[in-house]
T-cell receptor, first 109, second 115 residues
Framework: QKEVEQNSGPLSVPEGAIASLNCTYSDRGSQSFFWYRQYSGKSPELIMFIYSNGDKEDGRFTAQLNKASQYVSLLIRDSQPSDSATYLCAVRRAGKSTFGDGTTLTVKP | KAGVTQTPRYLIKTRGQQVTLSCSPISGHRSVSWYQQTPGQGLQFLFEYFSETQRNKGNFPGRFSGRQFSNSRSEMNVSTLELGDSALYLC??????????????FGQGTRLTVV
């Protein structure tokens, strides 16, 4: 079992729809959780981080964390073609970040 | 505020050679992490440095090593290069190491090709 697992994708949604990206992790001691967006040929770009159970909203993005279920998700509202990218979930504990393999999202105009 | 700077951006080396990659973190950031990214393995953690000390290490052979200088700049060295070392090497900097609620910002990476 991988330490951080993401829905395999690819995920395709129409423009304006809500995209839902999921991530589960195995280390219960994980303390902070990050979502990165990576465009093809580019380096990962931080979108959001969350460390408390519940929801955290930033513009069109909402991160949700449930530590009991070891689950973190990212919702993208009003998806735009420019949101088409690979989304990486990262889990951090004691200075070490572990990344999932990523979910590729395509937003179709 | 300048971002994370990695040099060189692209590198081609021959099997058996060694290579040194450089990373300058965001000003004021003291933690530098290194990652290897390949299509098959995704982003793999190499090691993390904080205040010139290696604090964490991933599951890579001893051919992969690094160091951090007093100005927080970091270098990563790979000796006896193998074809499988071809990858994008990413450096990320963050403000703290002991606090886990920290954001890590990535540099543009060094694309290493071993032929």
């Amino acid at each position: 079992q991988k330490e951080v697992e993401q829905n395999s994708g690819p995920l395709s949604v129409p423009e304006g729809a809500i995209a839902s990206l999921n991530c589960t992790y195995s280390d219960r001691g994980s303390q902070s959780f990050f979502w990165y967006r990576q465009y093809s040929g580019k380096s990962p770009e931080l979108i959001m981080f969350i460390y408390s159970n519940g929801d955290k909203e930033d513009g069109r993005f909402t991160a949700q964390l449930n530590k009991a279920s070891q689950y973190v998700s990212l919702l993208i509202r009003d998806s735009q073609p420019s949101d088409s990218a690979t989304y990486l979930c990262a889990v951090r504990r004691a200075g070490k970040s572990t990344f999932g393999d990523g979910t590729t999202l395509t937003v179709k105009p | 505020k300048a971002g994370v700077t990695q040099t060189p951006r692209y590198l081609i080396k021959t099997r058996g050679q060694q290579v040194t990659l450089s990373c300058s973190p965001i000003s004021g950031h003291r933690s530098v992490s290194w990652y290897q990214q390949t299509p098959g393995q995704g982003l793999q953690f190499l090691f993390e440095y904080f205040s010139e000390t290696q604090r964490n290490k991933g599951n890579f052979p001893g051919r992969f090593s690094g160091r951090q200088f007093s100005n927080s700049r970091s270098e990563m060295n790979v000796s006896t290069l193998e074809l499988g070392d071809s990858a994008l090497y990413l450096c990320a900097s963050s403000l703290y190491q002991t606090g886990d609620v920290t954001e890590a910002f990535f540099g543009q990476g060094t694309r290493l090709t071993v032929v």
